[in-house]
């Protein structure tokens, strides 16, 4: 068991990890915990007598019937069956149950919308399918700030992309918002391409001859971060990258005035904001980049300033994981999170995973400790320190970082929590780099069966949706057609 425990944490691809997860499984006994329904950990009897109902309905025609039952409730949580402890048991995936009967809403939500028969009726379903999609709510994938560490969160993408579990919505800050900005510029094949090892190389690491003396890593100056920025990113808009691509990308800036709010740009929020101008301001870390002035393409097609009395710095100081925003504006209620941001990374623990290790306590213990005295030192400073602005923007910039929710439903964390703060800024070799996002990777994979679960009603909704509004509008075109050429005579009389 230690020698496969082992070779799980050197796997170098998701298939020979899931392999070893599921020997792993067998071996420990695990796999029988996985066949049998019995446990406290969830309402096991529900979830069953409502799988055999649908079985039932779908099975016998009885469309109607299966419409009604599902109309009971599609929930993500039913019965307790979300709860993230059920995944951590085993080392590849959860109960039989669970999966059986999310596989059996995924296939009667199938059933449903390939259906011929006028009952129930194409608008009947699309009314459904609707509801239905609202009220289960979406996933989205946050990415942190993290300056170099950022590299992390390009192996967290590839695996997701490779299993083809990458959400439509999307959010980063400071170094994630760079990566953001990447995935919702390009489509899925270009995506592939540009995670290839040797893309990756060209594009993220500094050519050779710049470099200069490995002895003294190169800084990355405002100047540097501006090119890389531009090399990464094409020049677009937030509605032009959706467009493009048809995911929702969404980049937290801070302000750099204490009178000013944070913001998160998108395409609906400021649809002709330049994402290459949010991304430099997300990445502007105080002290070391200066704040930046964003920009908009106006109505003949060129840059002019946007909002061009405020200055914006970087967004994990504010709004690092914009869970609420990304709630009222997508309706998401399930958050992926890629989790790099050093301010915190030392006392992150994973609430989800039902840890209960002494150097986990310790991280709670210290980030509660420093939560409490952040938030006493803001209150005096905003009463003893009304007459230095400097002050005050120091201690809410302190009170704002300490005070944010850094994990999500799904938390994807490095193993190592440490490193070294004199680098964070500076250039990473090739070496560097690939081994981030095997780093990357490797924290995922254990992820993977989680994810695919817990989306995957979601994901069908969402398909199913797609081809249904099309119909719709299909067939309100060709209602309108046949109204546009009926005789006179037919459309008037009274």
């Given amino acids: 068991m230690k020698k496969l425990k082992k070779q799980l944490l050197q796997s ?21 915990w996985k066949q049998v329904d019995r446990t406290s950990l969830y309402d096991y009897a ?43 048991r085993a080392k590849f995936g959860t109960k039989n149950l669970i999966r059986e009967y999310v596989d059996e809403i995924h296939d009667a939500l199938d059933h449903l919308s390939k259906l011929e028969a006028d ?59 760079l990566i953001a900005a990447v995935l919702g510029t390009r489509t899925d094949e270009e995506l592939h391409q540009f995670l290839d090892t040797r893309t990756l190389v060209k594009e993220l690491v500094q050519e050779s001859e710049l470099m200069g003396n ?5 800084r990355i100056n405002h100047q540097a971060l501006t090119d890389k920025i531009a090399k990464l990113v ?17 980049i937290s800036i801070s302000p750099s005035d204490v009178h000013q709010t944070s913001r998160l740009l998108n395409a609906i929020a400021s649809p002709n904001v330049y994402i290459r101008k949010a991304v430099l301001a997300s990445c502007a870390v105080p002290g070391a980049y200066p704040s930046v002035m964003l920009e908009a393409k106006n109505v003949h097609g060129y840059p002019q300033p946007y909002l061009p ?9 504010s709004d690092d994981l914009p869970s609420k925003r990304l709630a009222r504006l997508y309706g998401v209620n399930h958050f992926i999170v890629s989790q790099t941001n050093p ?14 290790s002494v150097p986990d306590a310790a991280r709670q213990l210290g980030a509660r400790m420093v939560k409490e005295w952040s938030r006493v030192g803001s209150n005096l400073a905003r009463r003893y320190f009304k007459n230095a602005p400097r002050f005050q923007r120091f201690a809410n910039l302190v009170y704002s970082v300490t005070n944010q929710e850094y994990t999500g439903d799904i938390n994807i964390i490095p193993r190592s929590r440490f490193y070294d703060p004199r680098r964070l800024l500076t250039e990473i070799t090739e070496k560097e780099l690939l081994q981030f996002v095997l780093d990357g990777e490797r924290a995922t994979w254990p992820k993977i069966e989680m994810i695919r679960t817990t989306t995957k009603i979601s994901r069908k909704l969402r398909d199913i949706l797609e081809v249904y509004e099309d119909e719709e509008q299909a067939r309100l075109g060709k209602s309108h057609h046949l109204g546009a050429e009926m005789p006179r005579s037919h459309l008037g009389a009274g």
């Fill in 12 to 32: 170098t691809s998701y298939q020979q990890w899931k392999e070893l997860a599921q020997e792993h499984d067998r071996k420990s006994g695990l796999e029988h």
């Fill in 46 to 88: 529900t979830i069953r007598t409502r799988l055999e109902r649908l079985r039932y309905f779908r099975n016998n025609d009885d469309n109607n019937g299966l419409l009604f039952t599902l109309n009971e409730g599609i929930h993500g949580n039913m019965g307790g069956m979300g709860r993230p402890i059920l995944y951590t």
């Fill in 119 to 177: 009952s129930p009726s194409f608008l009947e379903r699309l009314d459904f399918f609707r509801r239905a999609s609202k009220c289960y709510g979406q996933s989205a994938l946050m990415l942190s700030g993290g300056a170099v560490l950022g590299h992390f969160h390009v192996g967290v993408v590839k695996a997701l992309l490779d299993q083809d579990l990458l959400p439509d919505v999307i959010s980063g800050s400071s170094a994630g918002s």
């Fill in 214 to 218: 490995r002895s003294s890593s190169l």
């Fill in 234 to 250: 094409p020049d677009m808009t937030f509605q032009e990258a959706f467009e493009k691509t048809g995911r929702h990308i969404n």
């Fill in 309 to 317: 009395t405020r200055r914006w710095i970087d967004g994990s100081l």
């Fill in 343 to 356: 301010l915190v990374l030392w006392a992150l623990h994973d609430p989800k995973a039902n840890q209960h």
